[in-house]
């Protein structure tokens, strides 16, 4: 399985940025995904996750302003993220269970996932 994340970049604050993951080497119609993100001197944490049931979870510091989706038939899993902040600035990592839909208190685990990205930076200036 390989994960391949793309769509950072430098935005002022108050900006947007949709990050994307493609998904490869699996077909599997049970999965969860997510992105994560790792602040210099922070421990990564989780954002945004998403299960084949389309149940979303969301950390309490994008709610309202980030958005998962998840496009089947592309394998691509996307994070829109609107009214970005200074506070927002990490690389954002892309990760995967191929096997396990987690319900709603697992998806924003570390620990849930077996499958991760190389991460995409993510800049956002004041």
């Known amino acids: 399985v390989e994960l391949v994340e793309s769509g950072g970049g430098s935005v002022q604050s108050g900006g947007s940025l949709r990050l994307s993951c493609v998904a490869s080497?699996?077909?599997?119609?049970?999965?969860?995904m997510g992105w994560f993100r790792q602040a210099p001197g922070k421990e990564r944490e989780g954002v945004a996750a998403?299960?084949?049931?389309?149940?979303?979870a969301y950390a309490d510091s994008v709610k309202g302003r980030f958005t998962i989706s998840h496009d089947k038939a592309k394998n691509t899993l996307y994070l829109q993220m609107n009214s970005l902040k200074p506070e927002d600035t990490a690389m954002y990592y892309c990760?995967?269970?191929?096997?396990?839909?987690?319900?709603?208190?697992?998806?924003?685990?570390?620990?849930?996932?077996?499958?991760w990205g190389q991460g995409t930076q993510v800049t956002v200036s004041a």
């Open positions: 998403v299960n084949s049931d389309r149940t979303t």
């Open positions: 990760a995967a269970h191929t096997r396990i839909s987690y319900a709603l208190g697992f998806l924003l685990r570390e620990q849930s996932f077996n499958y």
């Open positions: 080497g699996y077909t599997y119609s049970t999965y969860s």
